[in-house]
């Protein structure tokens, strides 16, 4: 599994990358985490609000930062 | 709303018997907000009364109108010495009063219309805004951009990706504009603020201010083709417009995106207020009115752009700065001066200049920044002159 997080590195993108790390630590899930910072590449994956999250290039979250357990349903499923 | 048509019912979750919980878990919930509304009512209303009663009658402060009251006994026997610390006292007394009362006026009113406008933004996501804007032409799209810039929810973050976002998708370059520069010219918070101090005519005028500049600075970039302007890879992005599936939010969904706007902006933005506040209670023990009047009276043609300039490198939150605001007006600072403060700290900030310039040239920033610092500017010699 692949998930991509979106963000220019304000304060609630860099939230959401430690808590997505966090949950997949806790599953022990086998996940690939990467962080898009470049803003042309934000923009050219289509996402207009950050931060955002997409899971095997299917975004899912935009524009706020989910909680924890929210995370865990998304990354589960 | 949604949670008494039954038909929606499928709608709130997967099945059935779920979707009537849901709705009896919806009406509770609006139910509960009711309360907690008449609540905040309650408590709202009688915050001057508290502020005043805790300063003057537990801690016996003098008031502004008394004569000889008894803490003015006790600290200043003699008559020189009345003279002297009693205008201190009342002074100090002053800023409590306003201490008492800003804090939790402040907080309670931000809750409020973050919470309120959260709910409204429910109903306008970015990517509807753009589906309204893209493809079209005219004037009126400009000021149909304006509008939705004030509703559209986006944090300052995020204003790049959506200006490239909306440019690529074929949303013309004024209306983009015309949607990015309205947000900070027309904060809703400032605009509740205005409304409960100053009354509907100034909130009114300022909403119309506002968008009046939002629109202009659309209509002179799209007149001026400035698309040329614009970086050279921002015309070249070739966007993934993969659209997210349209959620269907319910109302009781809506409820929870205010609470979690209410809950994340004062946990970002209680420093700012704080800071506001206190500055604002050391403007009223601690400034004179004949400093603060010379140096920003109505007197004066260049306090306008004074205030402005002072206003910009002070990056903070409009409900940080309008207690401030709030301190100087009690010191005969005429209010289109305040305003202009108020919009250059708001509209006009170094971070958001530095964010812009990755997408466009300079000549785009300088006059976008060139037209906002003018509206601000016309904004404060009006107001000076129409309130007096």
């Excluded at chain 2, 309360?35 to 309650?42: F, H, K, Q, R, S």
């Excluded at chain 2, 109302?251 to 933005?269: D, K, M, Q």
């Amino acid at each position: 599994m692949k998930v991509a997080i979106y963000g220019t590195g304000c304060a609630k993108c860099h939230k959401l990358e430690e808590l997505v790390r966090q949950v997949v630590e806790e599953t022990g899930m086998n996940a690939e985490i990467v962080k898009v910072s470049d803003i042309k590449d934000i923009v050219t994956a289509g996402v207009m609000v950050t931060p955002a999250m997409s899971i095997d290039g299917k975004m899912v979250v935009k524009g706020h930062l989910p909680s924890l357990d929210e995370i865990r349903t998304l990354l589960a499923g | 709303m949604i949670i008494t048509n039954e038909d929606d019912a499928p709608a709130v979750a997967g099945t059935a018997p779920a979707a009537r919980g849901g709705i009896r878990r919806a009406i509770l919930l609006t139910l509960l907000i009711l309360i907690a509304l008449a609540l905040w009512v309650l408590i709202y209303s009688r915050l001057s009364w508290f502020a005043e009663w805790y300063t003057y009658d537990k801690l016996l402060y003098p008031r502004p109108t008394d004569g000889n009251p008894a803490m003015l006994k006790q600290c200043c026997p003699t008559d020189a010495m009345l003279a002297e610390q009693g205008t201190t006292y009342v002074r100090q007394g002053r800023g409590i009063v306003f201490l008492l009362f800003q804090l939790p006026h402040t907080f309670m009113l931000l809750s409020l219309v973050v919470f309120l406008m959260g709910i409204v933004r429910s109903f306008f996501t970015p990517e509807r805004t753009r589906g309204l804007l893209a493809g079209r032409r005219g004037s009126l799209i400009i000021a149909l951009g304006a509008a939705l810039g004030v509703l559209t929810p986006f944090c300052s973050c995020s204003a790049l990706p959506l200006f490239i976002g909306f440019i690529t998708a074929g949303v013309p370059l004024g209306a983009t504009f015309a949607f990015l520069a309205s947000a900070p010219l027309v904060n809703e918070f400032a605009l509740f603020m205005l409304f409960e101090q100053y009354g509907l005519t100034i909130a009114a005028i300022y909403l119309a201010i506002g968008l009046t500049i939002a629109v202009l600075t659309g209509w002179l970039i799209s007149r001026l083709r400035m698309e040329r302007f614009l970086e050279d890879w921002v015309r070249q992005a070739a966007v993934d417009q993969q659209e997210a599936p349209a959620e269907r939010i319910t109302w009781e969904g809506r409820i929870y995106a205010g609470l979690h706007a209410a809950r994340e902006i004062i946990g970002r933005v209680w420093i700012y207020i704080l800071i506001g506040i206190i500055i604002g209670a050391f403007i009223h023990c601690y400034v004179t009115q004949q400093q603060i009047v010379a140096l920003l009276g109505a007197k004066n043609w260049w306090s306008v752009p004074l205030a402005t300039v002072v206003g910009v490198p002070i990056y903070s939150n409009p409900a940080g700065i309008l207690p401030v605001m709030e301190a100087l007006r009690g010191k005969g600072i005429p209010q289109g001066t305040l305003l202009a403060f108020m919009m250059g700290v708001i509209a006009l900030s170094l971070p958001e200049f530095l964010i812009l310039r990755r997408v466009m040239k300079p000549r785009l920033i300088l006059l976008f920044f060139g037209i906002v610092a003018a509206g601000i500017l016309i904004v404060g010699y009006a107001f000076n002159l129409i309130v007096k």
